[in-house]
């Protein structure tokens, strides 16, 4: 998390609009899947030849074009020609650490965000970046690998379920969004879980991991903080109806993947709060400790320092020590002795502090 | 709280709309009951029937339908299509975690809040929602179980006391409102009661509990406003006027409940500092007792280790000790300890350390 | 200050604009006083049927009328009715836990802020309530109890003093605020002295007590800047003009009671920070104790310890120790001892620790 | 600072617009100058008479009036007279505790705000008030004292340096504005001198001084952004144009002075983060300090009890304890201590204690 | 840091426009380069006498002035009469404290920002100012020192590499921009590491340095975030098309440029998340040590303590000691000591203490 995916130095020096492959390069070769449909019509195939897609710029259908891997500049550049988008926008799709946003061509509408998923190996959340270009009857998008993600969505599109066919590519847009969000929820369960989990360990027996633990949770909620606000404000700016290209019908959809934003941003916020609860918490419990271990060495040594100083004043050499010739001397001072402990165990009793 | 009800997992890949009972099934099956009433007419009574519900979408007279029970998808849906409201709305009526909104959908108007009650058993704030579907002539209000909360509004109603009956379903909408905000304040009394205890604890007899208490209280009270905030800007966006069905008359009654939510907002805000303030003393509390048992132990052994020392010298076996042979070595030993440990304590003293 | 006087609860299921007194009952029977004036004419006498108010509703001269006591529920309606006052702002004239607020209702205004006062005895601030309904030619205050802060403006309307008597009610209730806002500088010196006070008893000898001081002072402060706070946007909406009763003149009157709060904020800041920094050297001092303490006790043991080592070493009961037979084996080791107490004395100045 | 100069109790009572001086007096009387200019002409001399003023109210050339000293209430009542000021700013100009503002009466401008210089002696920030009437023609300004800080600009005003006589009085009173904000940034210089010997103190030796220097810069830190702060509003709405008495060839230079208020600011904050920093630092040499004596009490009290016990052991007084009796038994047990000894110096070295 | 780089002392009572140049002298002599050009023509080279520059205002090719070095005041001076530039911003171009910011006065645009290096030897940010007088057909950039960043955009004009010829000065402003922005990257990047490099000495073995160099990197992101976060309102501002000066094409370029800082803006606010929670975990880790170390003292008192008391006890002198005289009583203490301290080191496993 401290260094978050830059890696741009290599561009420095080089002409707006350069296209250079910026991120980790997450598959072999980029695959390009094409689905074609109207109402009435479906039509799903992987594209081989990248020429084929001119055709599609200003076809009568529903055009929906995913490109999973962006690390081969060429086919972005062909594509980029192909259905016009600036190409300072071919810049923004090639480099992974885009902040979520939308940028409004007139002609087309380019908007980024992040694809959230809980690993549950490394206990992090994985990001991964969507671009879309969205135009009137085109959808073009592009993923760093493939996503298990959008199945369901295809499989609505397949089988034509919902009005989903009927609807357009900006009721599209709105769907992979949905997608999107719906699995933000699922992180918030699987941190929420771990949370919980958490906040068991720190009342039960909290160590030197626990602070970690907290920590790195504060950490990953932050990270969600980040992904998400900026999100938020793209939804709402689509929502508000800037653009030509969202109809009438969708923004009412737009709305409401806008308020599940805000519930999420909600949720957030709880846990923020509960993490910064358990840090207080924690600090508290390490004072406490400190303090039980000050009280015991207190109580050890007010108990026998005072014994052991009676037992030095009997082992001076003096000559004249009445106390040493008694007959019952040694006992007595055993049972003084005595005597003084239990009057210092009842003092801590009533100061509570055994 | 660190789970703040979300499960929505079970939604991951289905349609926008499709309609799915989100949140804990509190009733076993869902009860509507009818109102119809205008200024000269009262009818109330149980609905068996569903069907029977539809002649009410346009009748001349103001009428009320209640169900308490949500998880039965199919009653919401034919309410919905009888009515006409949008599927979008059907799906967050059945999902029990919205955030307090307005949606104004010109025809009618979607509103969702929470009613809070302080339960004394577990000592937290209980949340159930309210979503009610407003029209011009109607309301629809969908509870997840039966609640009393309304009930000397029913009353209020069958007698034809003010003037409720003849002021229409947007004031019955604000009567609603004024029930529940009215229910607020007797949580900030209940709240106020459990702060005045743990400040008077904190005080006498802080222990381990105490921090739990004082943050489990910080959770119910940031809890409270977490929920009153968003309802504060519903309010306020009703009370502007935005949407045709709040009539000129009752939006100065608006305005009264929306003055009350501010009020809350700023005892809660009062609650807060209490709490911050009460986390001061506790983290000081704490530091004091570490000192003072400081204090004790170094007391103790400032006083003790020097006599302790006096003791071992003449505890030496040297054969040449000049003192061990005179007749009042030891008692002079045994003053010279006293007074040591007298300029101590008169020491100790002006430091005001006893 | 932790259960901010809400006691609502009595009006849980009531309908709205019932009119029920909440807060403390401040005096035995209301007492109404009328003031009727204008530039030429000066009439003053306490009221007592209640029904000869009704002819200042409409009358040309200027009528300031009082009322101390507002637990007589019927004496507030009746003046409701003569004035025709909605409803709903009688309730809240009643209850004493309003928020300072203005509200513009065409004929009249009604505004509510807080009479504070600085009560020496329990070295808290004391809060009243002050009601008003201002109308183009009459004034209704209602107070909770007789208050002596308004005397001076009643000398200045007895003997025309400066233009009050020609300046309208307008003027008169801009003179009401005024003297109340000059109370609160009152407030903040007195609360200056005590800041001066605590301020040196921190720096002298802190106690157990010097926290829960300023604890309490800091919450005093957050009162006042609650209580401030939204008095300065009721004076801001007066005074951007939103009433056609406050005439033009009057603003720059207005305008310069609102810099007055102003500055009263800027003072209330500065109190905070000041505040806050005590609680740094409050934490700091008790810290530096706890160090010094910990000195006091290591130099003991580090010195000590050592020496009675040697004392013991010599204290064994072996056969063979030659250093026993000899003639000044005891002051060898006395020396030796006190030159080791030297270098460690030396070593601890070195330090900076004696 | 705790009590920033209120001592309004005086007033309460009094009308508005009573003329009450508040404030300290600091010169015996008031002292008042002319200087009347335009591009061609130049005269300057004391006025002994006030009367002389009143002519210069609609003089065609520029008209600078300077008033030292506020505290005789007659001499601005006057000036106020002759140039139509309105009662409550006289009152204000009276009145040393104002905040930095500007109103607009139409015919002329009152501004307020202050200077501030760094008192080397205190090692405080003074603060002096300056109120200026601009008038189109005019401009008569009132300070507490007489002040160096404007003696350049007078300067240049006798010897037409630059364009200052010929821009009229609104650029006047920029130049005033513009050589006290040129103070600031020496108040700047001389804080951040301190800073950095502070920084030095803090790393080198803290003491029980320390705390108390940098919560003392951090309240004259304070001090100048609470000053500067408003005058930063102040100078904006100067410069938005909203009075026709800042003619449009002033406005640049309004910007300019603007810009520097940005810089002072942003410079202030930049302390403010050095200074909370400090106390970090602070803090924790305080913690390393306990956690270094404490290291110090462990060693040595690990390394002397074991061997004390040993010396004990030898030191009882049983008939049969065989090691007594042995030859090299006493210096066995004086070797074993030494390796005793040595293996805990090792354990500490490495665990890098010592 | 503690003291940014003021300095003006030296203009106090000087007349606005004097011409002052303030900050360190970073090179002997000034260097003015030219570059000439349009699509088809370019011309480059350094110009001795500044009396060729004054053909330049007016010329119809693009043109680029450069001059490295701004303390030859009558330099600036004699470029500010050629080009028509206020003699304040000529002033503001002589100070190298400038915030950045930019200022449209029609005829020309003038802009200031910073160009920030990461100094390897000093683990510092060093910062330099830019200035440029933007006009429709002439750049002049004013620079404190020659700067290797601009040799890349240098060579691009001279090889006519992308549009950058064809484009006009208001896209080479953009590309100087874009360049300085690219820098900041680099930044981000060098910190990243120096952030990853504290955390892991911070898990592994902090000491009293980790402190300083945490808050020594806090200081640095504190630093960059000042520079950036003007510079973003300033692009902003020149995106938002406020200039004639600013062509359409440009805008979507600055617009990229904005989008950079805001990402900049994000990664800062991450650095300094992971700032805060390094001190968190320092902290901690301070107070962990101190627990520790106060085990191993209480350990050792605890198990030592008693057994030293029991050797005391049998190192009495009592004449009549029975258990002295039994032939095993010796080696039953031994026996009985060694219980003990297995009772407790059993104990003490138990507390998990060991």
Redesign the interface.
Known sequence: ????G????Q????????LVHIGEKKRETARITLIDYDEGRFEEREVKDIAELQQYSHAPTFTWINVDGIHQVEIIETIGKFFGV?S?IL??ILNT???P?I?DHGEYVYIVWKILSYNDATEKIDSEQISIILGSNFIISFLERECAIF???KD?LRTN??H?RKNGVDYLT??LL??VV??Y??I??KL??R??LL?EELVRAPD?QT??KI?SM??EV?FLR?SIWPLREVINSMEKGGSAIFRKETL??L??VY?HT??IM??V???R??IS?M??????S??????Q??????I???I??????I???????????P????????FS??IFMGIISLVMIYYFRKKRWI
Do not use: C
Request: proline share 3%.
């Open positions: 998390m401290t260094r978050p830059l890696k741009r130095t561009k420095i020096g080089l002409q707006p609009g350069a600036h300072l810049e923004d650490n885009q902040r946003k940028e199945d369901p969505l609505r379920k919902g989903i709105y769907s949905d997608a719906d699995y929820f699922a918030l369960e929420g879980d949370l919980a906040e030197k602070l970690q920590l504060k950490r932050l980040k009412i959809y709305r409401d308020d805000v519930q909600d949720t916020e709880t846990f709060d509960v609860g840090l207080d918490i924690y600090l508290s390490v004072s406490n400790k400190l303090n271990i000050m009280k015991i060495l207190t050890i040594t007010t026998f320092i005072p014994l052991s100083f037992a030095g004043i009997y082992g001076m050499n003096f000559r004249n020590m106390e040493l010739e008694w007959e019952w001397g040694y001072v055993l």
